[in-house]
């Protein structure tokens, strides 16, 4: 089944900047390291039904090497998020989710992977700079450029840890003039950087129009709850993050999409921030440390998302398309430790009632 077409960027636009949880779709293998359709599409179901109002597939947490033409998975993958994403829409009073595919490689590769997302009904396309780390911030923008001319852009700051590259103010401020852009996941963990991506939406004079998205998956709550006020040359900017773009949201997504909701209701009502919610963001950041293994780097973050969906009974196994990618050395107890610790952020209880449904 072919997906919809594509949202006008007007209207891309007004949702994006609305807010929405967008989980960042993992990869459901066979433990012949194939894809496992029957829980891919699982998976999708459970996030959209979850109440998430997106879905990021051929991300990071999808596992890169399907780009590689010898894996061939990118259109597949692509495919059967698009035709889930249809079905949910046919379901009355469903709204339509964004979804978002990554482009990734030099700007010959983006721009087939683009066209091929457009084709299949995606949104826009989360632009990873990988391909280009050596290159000089002019051929990353004359490649957002090239890129922005098939599909809208959501940008991604990628932290260096997982394969991303330093990106300066002064390119994000270059970046955001850029008419095809509709949103930025600002995912360097770091607060610096993440302010220059911040200031640099607010000087182009593009709040309204250009979304931030949190990719923060140390400060979730925070982002979502900070408003930041930038002085430009045509006054103070107040900027929100919208939502988030996140791996943490592919799992315990049902009170993801409770807390990004009573997050942005508690933001908007310009009421002091109840000390529970910094408690409650140090909590999720604990989650998220042993789930995405920064003990070590973050080398264990796939094989940790997937353990937690094998134990919820969503996939078989936590194998990656890399068999050499596994979890790290006392990752599993750090995970057994947050999920006894934090019993009030998971939504196993979601997941049993309908699990059986969405694996039909």
């Known amino acids: ?30 433990s012949m390291r194939k894809l496992d359709e029957r829980r891919q599409r699982a998976l999708s179901r459970y996030y959209l039904e979850a109440g998430a109002g997106g879905l990021a597939a051929g991300v990071h947490t999808t596992q890169f090497a399907i780009h590689e033409p010898r894996v061939g998975l990118y259109g597949p993958v692509l495919e059967l998020a698009a035709d889930e994403a249809k079905r949910f829409l046919a379901r009355p009073g469903s709204e339509r989710p964004v979804l978002v595919a990554g482009i990734v490689g030099k700007t010959e590769q983006a721009l087939r992977e683009a066209r091929l997302a457009r084709s299949l009904g995606f949104d826009c396309g989360l632009l990873s700079l990988t391909g280009l780390r050596d290159e000089p911030d002019e051929a990353c923008l004359e490649h957002a450029r090239a890129v922005a001319a ?29 008419e095809a852009v509709v949103a ?41 709850l900070t408003e930041h006020r930038v002085a430009t040359p045509a006054g103070e900017a107040r900027l929100r993050f919208s939502g988030g773009l996140l791996g943490q949201w592919a799992v315990w997504t049902r009170r993801a999409v409770e807390l990004h909701a009573e997050a942005r209701r508690v933001a908007a009502s ?38 937690v969906l094998r134990r919820q009974g969503f996939l078989e196994g936590r194998w990656c398309l890399d068999p050499r990618e596994e979890l790290s050395r006392g990752q599993v107890e750090e995970i057994d430790r947050v999920a006894r610790a934090y019993l009030h952020l998971a939504d196993d209880a979601f997941v049993r009632e309908r699990l059986g449904r969405w694996l039909e």
């Open 1 to 30: 089944m072919a997906g919809s077409e594509p949202r006008t960027i007007s209207a891309l636009r007004a949702r994006l900047l609305a807010g929405c949880v967008i989980p960042a779709h993992p990869l459901a293998l066979t």
């Open 270 to 307: 310009g009421e002091p921030i109840p000390a529970d919610w910094l408690a409650l963001n140090a909590q999720l950041t604990d989650a998220n440390a042993a789930i995405f293994d920064a003990a070590h780097r973050f080398k264990g973050c796939i094989p940790g998302i997937h353990e």
């Open 184 to 224: 930025i996941k600002v995912a360097p963990f770091d607060r610096y950087r993440t302010l220059d991506v911040v200031r640099a939406v607010a000087e182009s004079g593009r709040s309204g129009e250009i979304a931030l998205y949190t990719g923060n998956d140390d400060a979730i709550l925070l982002d979502l």
């Open 150 to 178: 098939e599909i809208p852009l959501f940008g991604f700051y990628l932290q260096p840890a997982v394969g991303g590259r330093e990106l300066s103010h002064r390119f994000w401020r270059r970046f955001c003039e850029l």
